[in-house]
Antibody
Framework: EVQLVESGGGLVQPGGSLRLSCAAS????????MSWVRQAPGKGLEWVSV???????YYADSVKGRFTISRDSSKNTLYLQMNSLRAEDTAVYYC??????????WGQGTMVTVSS | QTVVTQEPSFSVSPGGTVTLTCGLS?????????PSWYQQTPGQAPRTLIY???TRSSGVPDRFSGSILGNKAALTITGAQADDESDYYC??????????FGGGTKLTVL
């Protein structure tokens, strides 16, 4: 069974850092396109970043230069390193397998709160 | 800046048919944007309904269908049921590894 489990969320002060993890099972992360999508409390979905199977990475303008997407093939895990966090980064962060230019299978999400 | 537009809210009667749309602030939506649709209930992760304009995701009933109507992508729900009451999001692939979500439509079944 294909499954994605996010972790690493929590409370962090503005300007701080956090690394999210997305542990995958039932498929190989490095053979797929993988994305992060977030949802601020009471708001809509926002695409954040994608990593292609070939290793190319792309980011939304709102996080470019602050967030880094990566993966570890040995752990079959996707990551999102978030630096210089702002209050507006407060959201539930979902990882998703990206196929056919769509978000196919989603994790359950992990909450990130940026507050002093 | 590209804005993807959706109706903020819509209502449908049980058993009725509703069409939600997904447009662009400037220009027309075509299959080249690979429109996809997602259903989300409060506190839950999104569920993929439609991808590549009109392909249903695994397990999605054929009451849900996707299309291009005029200059917008569309999600049509036929025979609406009470548990279709959810938020619905579309997303468009803008190219160069970039996606933009619409603001979502809150569907009420009453």
């Amino acid at each position: 069974e294909v499954q994605l489990v996010e972790s690493g969320g929590g409370l962090v002060q503005p300007g701080g850092s956090l690394r999210l993890s997305c542990a995958a099972s039932g498929f190989t992360v490095s053979s797929n396109y993988m994305s992060w999508v977030r949802q601020a409390p009471g708001k809509g979905l926002e695409w954040v970043s994608v990593i292609y199977s070939g290793g190319n990475t792309y980011y939304a303008d709102s996080v470019k230069g602050r967030f880094t997407i990566s993966r570890d093939s040995s752990k079959n895990t996707l990551y999102l390193q978030m630096n210089s966090l702002r209050a507006e980064d407060t959201a539930v962060y979902y990882c998703a397998i990206t196929r056919e230019r769509a978000f196919d299978i989603w994790g359950q999400g992990t909450m990130v709160t940026v507050s002093s | 800046q590209t804005v993807v537009t959706q109706e903020p809210s819509f209502s449908v009667s049980p058993g009725g048919t509703v069409t939600l749309t997904c447009g662009l602030s400037s220009g027309s939506v075509s299959t080249s944007y690979y429109p996809s649709w997602y259903q989300q209930t409060p506190g839950q992760a999104p569920r993929t309904l439609i991808y590549n304009t009109n392909t249903r995701s695994s397990g999605v009933p054929d009451r849900f269908s996707g299309s291009i109507l005029g200059n917008k992508a569309a999600l049509t729900i036929t025979g609406a049921q009470a548990d279709d009451e959810s938020d619905y999001y579309c997303v468009l692939y803008m190219g160069s590894g970039n996606w933009v979500f619409g603001g979502g439509t809150k569907l009420t079944v009453l």
